[in-house]
Nanobody, 123 residues
Framework: VQLQASGGGLVQAGASLRLSCAAS????????MGWFRQAPGKEREFVAAISWNGRTAYADSVKGRFTISKVSTKNTMYLQMNSLKSEDTAVYYC??????????????????WGQGTQVTVSS
């Protein structure tokens, strides 16, 4: 199993970035995918998730600015990040889980994690 996150970089506040997560080694279309981030000195936090059937969930801090999507035929997930703020600076990780649920489905444990991509937003 491999999750390869890419697309990070250094941008100014207000700019946009699109992160990609290329998956291999498991049945991508059956898994639910998520993005998490960890800023220096802080715990890892949830950013966004997309279910196997396309439901989405977002952290309040990114709602309206970030959009999660996936293309199952390419085994790839994306995170479009607009109107970036300095507080979005973090290492962004993609993750995959097989467990499905109803309410709070995005909080269920993730099975696989990628290596992370750095996003730095200068103010």
């Amino acid at each position: 199993v491999q999750l390869q996150a890419s697309g990070g970089g250094l941008v100014q506040a207000g700019a946009s970035l699109r992160l990609s997560c290329a998956a291999s080694g498991f049945t991508f279309s059956s898994y639910e995918m998520g993005w998490f981030r960890q800023a220096p000195g802080k715990e890892r936090e949830f950013v966004a998730a997309i279910s196997w059937n396309g439901r989405t969930a977002y952290a309040d801090s990114v709602k309206g600015r970030f959009t999660i999507s996936k293309v199952s035929t390419k085994n790839t997930m994306y995170l479009q990040m607009n109107s970036l703020k300095s507080e979005d600076t973090a290492v962004y990780y993609c993750a995959a889980k097989s467990l499905r649920g109803a309410s709070g489905w995005w909080t269920l444990p993730y099975d696989y994690w990628g290596q992370g991509t750095q996003v730095t937003v200068s103010s």
